[in-house]
Structure formats: structure tokens, C-alpha cells
């Protein structure tokens, strides 16, 4: 995990799914035909718990945003630790802390970039649709290893 607490003044940790890839050659019709990124989906954590970089959490996700990122599509899922004390509390988006939509909609234009869009009618997914992203993209990453999809630039070695 990426402690965003300290460098953005933000109250959430950011990371990544591991076994989760986004294909760059699906368009993805259910965001506009968007292209996945060529990453790991991301992950943010919102729990109270301040994270370490590097540090592995287990989560429970609650919901998901689909940022098109420069025409990607860029899947943030929002989660919570399970070591955190509210987690049996929070189960879905509609239970958690806000998570900033103008930070993921803004943070790249000081480089000069444009703004983030968001997909699926500009709204915070639940916790089912994120779940379908979640398998969905374990699936990308499924065939990439084993090689059934095209690589690209990406090396499997």
C-alpha cells in the first residue's frame, strides 16, 4: 500500500490487487468501450488505520469507481481493511467514508494532464459490481500468464 495520508493530505491508503490485470485490448462495453490500462486494478483502503508502503492487506470490498484515465479505463475499488474495527460495520459504499471524487478527477492536471472522467453514469459502483470487476480482471490476468492472451509490451518473464 502507498500512505496517501501524508503526501496528499488524504485519508485513505492506495494500492493494488495482485492477480488482477487490466486488459488493454478489451473495451469494455458497459464503460463506453474503454480500454483497460495494462495494470493491476487499484485499490483504495479507507480504513482508519494509516498503512505502510509496501505493507499486504487483506480487504473487504465495498464499491468501486471506473476512472477513464486519458481514455483508459483505470478501476479504483474502494475497500476496507479487515484488521480495521469498523470493517463488520461497513459492508457496502453507502456505509463508508466519502472518498473523494475531485482528488481522482483532478490529480494529474498540476502535470499538465487533463481531467479524469468517470464511466457507468458517473457514479460510485456497489460492492456486487466491484466483485464482478474484481473476477473479471483475475480472469484478464489468468489468461495473460498462461499466455492465451497477447502480452504486448508486458514482459511475463
Known amino acids: 500500500m502507498l500512505d496517501c495520508q501524508n503526501q496528499y493530505n488524504i485519508n485513505w491508503n492506495y494500492g493494488l490487487l495482485p492477480q488482477t490485470w487490466e486488459d488493454p485490448s478489451f473495451a469494455n462495453p458497459e464503460v463506453d468501450g474503454a480500454f483497460g490500462d495494462n495494470d493491476p486494478v487499484d485499490v483504495v483502503e479507507i480504513g482508519e488505520s494509516r498503512g505502510n508502503i509496501g505493507q499486504l492487506m487483506k480487504v473487504k470490498p465495498l464499491g468501486c469507481l471506473a476512472i477513464i484515465d486519458e481514455g483508459e479505463l483505470d478501476w479504483k475499488i474502494i475497500a476496507i481493511s479487515l484488521d480495521d474495527p469498523r470493517a463488520s460495520l461497513v459492508n457496502d459504499v453507502m456505509t ?62
Open 96 to 157: 463508508s467514508r466519502s472518498i473523494s471524487r475531485d482528488w481522482f478527477r483532478d490529480y494529474k492536471i498540476p502535470d499538465g494532464k487533463p481531467a479524469n472522467n468517470f464511466g457507468l453514469g458517473n457514479k460510485t459502483a456497489n460492492k456486487d459490481y466491484a466483485l464482478k470487476v474484481i473476477t473479471e480482471t483475475n480472469e484478464s490476468w489468468a489468461k495473460l500468464v498462461k499466455r492465451s492472451t497477447p502480452a504486448g509490451e508486458l514482459s511475463l518473464v
